[in-house]
């Protein structure tokens, strides 16, 4: 159980275009989604975290116009790059944890999206 | 959230146990203590969590000190598929996790 699945795997386009990367739980319901950045040899960084119908709250020295997070259902959130840069490349993870039942659960993480603009 | 100290790394030998420390001294009543890994080019995985008591999964064993200012994870019979970077965080109930440094584990055959 408690599968998140992120598409696409990786991602390779030109600077100036907008890519859309999908987060979805499989067999749970998610409450809250989170999104991470992470650059080569570094830990992840929290850039965002969105609740389901309501707007996302980012991190201090994120664009929230840059990277725009959608959580319309409890199954499915969407980090939307904006107008991509060589800067952005990097690896996007999305987390997502069901908080409707009990208390403290744990996050489950997808397998991350390889970001190359060129 | 509390902040947590890892060695940088470490290793053991295929089929022995790893026990990989951490500290976090400034750990408050209702914060927990969180273990993911990440394999290389892969997003983090779950290990386990708690907050006072010891647990143990299918996956790992974690020991709390009764102060609760260190913890250590125990993998009982490490494979080579167990070489990753594993993540200690503490934080508080449905919080946010702080990925830090973490510490990385080669299981040698």
């Known amino acids: 159980g408690a599968v998140v699945s992120q598409h696409p795997s990786w991602v390779i386009c030109k600077s100036g275009t907008s890519v859309k990367i999908e987060c979805r739980s499989l067999d749970f319901q998610a409450t809250t989604m989170f999104w991470y950045r992470q650059f080569p040899k570094q830990s992840l960084m929290l850039m965002a975290t969105?609740?389901?119908?309501?707007?996302?709250?980012?991190e201090q020295g994120v664009e929230k116009d840059k990277f725009l997070i959608n959580h319309a259902s409890l199954t499915l959130s969407t980090l939307t790059v904006t107008s991509a840069h060589p800067e952005d490349s990097s690896f996007y993870i999305c987390?997502?944890?069901?908080?409707?039942?009990?208390?403290?659960?744990?996050?489950?993480f997808g397998d991350g999206t390889r970001l190359s603009i060129l | 959230d509390a902040k947590t100290t890892q060695p940088t790394s470490m290793d053991c030998a295929e089929g022995r146990a790893a026990n990989l420390p951490c500290n976090h001294s400034?750990?408050?009543?209702?914060?927990?203590v969180y273990w993911y890994r990440q394999i290389h080019s892969q997003g983090p995985q779950y290990i386990i969590h708690g907050l006072k008591n010891n647990e143990t999964n299918e996956m790992a064993s974690l020991i709390i000190t009764e102060d609760r200012k260190s913890s250590t994870l125990i993998l009982p019979h490490a494979t080579l598929r167990d070489t990753a970077v594993y993540y200690c965080?503490?934080?508080?109930?449905?919080?946010?996790?702080?990925f830090g440094k973490g510490i990385t584990l080669s299981v040698r055959p």
């Open positions: 969105s609740n389901e119908g309501s707007k996302a709250t980012y």
């Open positions: 987390s997502a944890s069901d908080r409707g039942g009990h208390s403290n659960q744990p996050q489950h």
């Open positions: 400034t750990i408050s009543g209702n914060e927990y």
């Open positions: 965080i503490i934080t508080g109930a449905n919080s946010k996790l702080t």
